[in-house]
């Protein structure tokens, strides 16, 4: 196919290429909220997805240099689909979406970062998770007939990766300029920097969560614990008082262990709750078998970084059902 | 140790304790007829101020029984730690008299005197407790027919700020005790004292009628021992705690001032409050908790340390330095005069740290 032929095939592809790619983007997006629900959804992509056909003449240059004998199919990234996310965790859950939806299309692994550097470990470049996806049947979308076997090229990119393709990828090696050496080490040097930081990144959230998993898993425990004398005043986890309590002693919380915390509070406080259940105060609150622990095995911390002044007296009082003289 | 764990009050009274009479005999106690009917939250705001003055990390001490002889503080409080009510308000009323007569001629003002009876740990030992309350104003705010007032109030007494009161905690701490002739064995139970006077040299003194005349107690016994219990201890945990070298010569000379100062008890809450952060402060608590140390506090003597608490050694020079040295090792240090006016030092050991 002469380029003129193609030229001329590719601008009558447009409005089905165009539907395609955002087909393609309306499917993952739909089926990504209903996956991880409308509160995660809405700050899951950093950049609004989007889509967008090759330029004619991007597509010509690119035929000329590749050479292909059967551009019309060879060429997949005629249009091409880009998801932003923030975390490399993230990738995998657009990629799962994807792969999913092989009712509408087939999908093909087109580039994958991890393999690629399983193959060159000392070398840091461009990444970028790419698939081909293509329809497939005939679809109309919005009006628009789009025939089977159309291919997208999809990119799924964390924010990081996104930034260092935006210099890297397109001011340098799609440049065309010859590149110094130095240039090319600088650029090397923070792509490592970006991998770093993105592992750093995920190690946080998963500490987040691993804490937000320790504090609901106290809240629940607490408010079974506490039905036993009385009904709370407020669940653990609506009450922000003993989410502030529980987060400000997660440190110590690690050493501990419902058994004992249960076993302190029957043999020094049972008696003391029951008159308070009901109550406001921390008394009628679950999260006061926690402070009780608390109190017997660590006074000094616990009374050093008692996140609340208009429970001190409570703390007292605590304190009081166990000898101890808090100054 | 005092262990104030699962403290339950079970029986109050309270008596007028008057100024000495005007013939200089002492006052006639009144009062104490009845059983006080305290509400729960009476009951939870006395056993705070006791727990407060007594319990772990408190300023309250140890005092060992010195009279044991029937009619003493003792004899009379052993025997009232059980027993039917009528029993506790006769010797409850005993007790006021004796405090009554203790404080002859003291020229003190009229206060109340609390009688607590009750249990404390899991165990529940019985325990009696005396509380003199010194009386004190106070303001009240009050609302009447839509208009603020406020109201001046009189004679009320254990506020938590003032602390102006002193109590003497008789316990028993065997299961079963043993009174041959009705006559009961200081070994079987123990006193603890908080007077707030007892805290610094200057006023203690004036807590003698107290703990000395009513309690018939003493305080110095087991003060030496504990002192240097407390010294050495205080010494292994520094050294051993892994500090900084100029963490631990400042531990040393905190422990050798504390232990020099005013103060006449010295307390292990009190000492890591004043001189580390809270991390090496639980962990110093916790450390003299497995020595077996008090968690309150102790009556000091440094009979038995006294060599070890001597000052730095101070070389000062004309031009003003001042170069120390520890008070053990006199001879460390030696200081060449050199002709031109200046000193040549030779110490052993290298430089580790300077401020």
């Given at each position: ?121 000392d ?25 089977a ?15 260092y ?31 770093t930081t ?14 937000n ?30 989410i ?7 440190g ?50 616990t ?16 304190a009081?059902d ?6 | ?19 000495d ?10 009062g ?62 005993v ?49 009447a ?7 001046h ?26 009174h ?51 010294y ?10 892994g ?113």
């Open positions: 196919m002469n380029d003129a032929d193609f030229a001329a095939w590719l601008a009558a592809q447009q409005p089905g290429l165009s539907a395609f790619g955002k087909y393609v983007v309306e499917e993952i997006k739909a089926r990504l909220k209903a996956d991880i629900g409308d509160e995660r959804f809405k700050t899951f992509f950093k950049i609004e997805p989007n889509f967008r056909p090759k330029e004619i003449g991007s597509a010509l240059s690119k035929k000329s240099i590749k050479k292909y004998p059967e551009p019309c199919y060879q060429m997949t990234d005629l249009v091409g689909a880009r998801f932003v996310v923030l975390l490399r965790s993230d990738i995998s859950i657009v990629e799962r979406v994807l792969i999913n939806c092989d009712s509408l299309w087939t999908s093909r692994r087109d580039r994958e970062p991890k393999a690629e550097s399983d193959k060159t470990p070398a840091f470049r461009y990444q970028s998770v790419h698939y081909i996806v293509r329809n497939i049947a005939d679809v109309f979308f919005e009006g628009t007939f789009i025939p076997e159309t291919a997208c090229e999809v990119q799924i990119r964390t924010l990081l990766q996104h930034a393709a935006e210099l890297g990828h397109d001011r340098i090696y799609k440049s065309g300029a010859v590149v110094p050496p130095s240039v090319h080490r600088i650029v090397a040097r923070s792509m490592a920097l970006m991998e993105d592992h750093l990144f995920c190690e946080a959230v998963e500490e987040l969560e691993r804490v998993k320790d504090l609901a898993k106290w809240c629940s425990w607490l408010d079974d614990a506490y039905s036993a004398i009385g009904a709370p005043s407020l669940l653990s986890l609506d009450d922000d008082d003993a502030k309590i529980i987060e400000t002693y997660l110590i919380l690690l050493t501990a262990d419902t058994i004992a915390v249960m076993d302190n509070f029957e043999r020094f406080a049972a008696a003391s709750v029951k008159g308070g259940a009901g109550s406001d105060d921390l008394f009628g609150r679950p999260v006061v078998i926690l402070v009780y622990w608390l109190i017997h095995k660590h006074p000094i911390e009374a050093a970084a008692w996140p609340l002044p208009k429970f001190r007296p409570d703390l007292e009082a605590v009081a166990l000898g101890v003289a808090l100054s | 140790m005092l262990d104030l764990t699962n403290l339950a009050i079970q029986r109050v009274t309270v008596f007028h304790i008057p100024e009479q005007p013939t200089k005999a002492p006052g006639i106690p009144t104490g007829q009845t059983l006080v009917q305290l509400s729960q939250q009476g009951k939870d705001m006395l056993k705070m101020r006791m727990v407060k003055a007594l319990g772990a990390q408190s300023h309250g001490i140890e005092v060992s029984i010195d009279d044991v002889t029937p009619p003493s503080f003792f004899q009379q409080g052993a025997a009232s730690l059980v027993g039917n009510d009528a029993a506790f308000l006769t010797g409850a009323g007790l006021a008299t004796m405090l009554a007569k203790a404080q002859n001629n003291v020229s003190l003002k009229a206060s109340k005197l609390v009688v607590v009876g009750g249990t404390v740990t899991a165990h529940a030992r019985p325990f009696l407790a005396v509380v003199k309350a010194e009386l004190q104003d106070a303001l009240s705010e009050r609302t027919a839509n208009a603020q007032a406020i109201d109030l009189k004679n009320i007494f254990m506020t938590e700020s003032q602390r102006l009161y002193k109590i003497g905690f008789l316990q028993r701490t065997v299961g079963a005790v043993t041959p002739h009705g006559v009961y064995d200081s070994n079987q139970h123990s006193v603890h004292l908080f007077d707030h006077l007892m805290t610094a040299l200057e006023t203690r003194s004036a807590a003698h009628y107290f703990y000395s005349g009513f309690l018939g107690c003493q305080t110095a016994t087991s003060a030496r021992s504990r002192t240097r219990d407390f050495n201890q205080t010494m292994e945990f520094i050294n051993t705690a500090f900084p070298d100029v963490k631990r010569y400042d531990l040393f000379d905190a422990l050798r001032a504390d232990l020099r100062s005013n103060s006449a008890t010295i307390s292990v809450g009190d000492f890591g409050a004043a001189h580390m952060n809270v991390p090496d402060r639980a962990a110093y608590t916790g450390f003299m908790a497995g020595k077996m140390f008090p968690t309150n506090a102790v009556a000091k003597d440094t009979e038995f340390v006294k060599s070890k608490l001597r000052r730095r050694r101070k070389i000062l020079f004309t031009s003003g330095i001042t170069v120390t040295t520890p008070p053990d090792d006199l001879n460390l240090i030696r200081v060449v005069t050199n002709n031109d006016g200046s000193s040549t030092l030779h110490i052993p050991g290298t430089e580790s740290s300077r401020e």
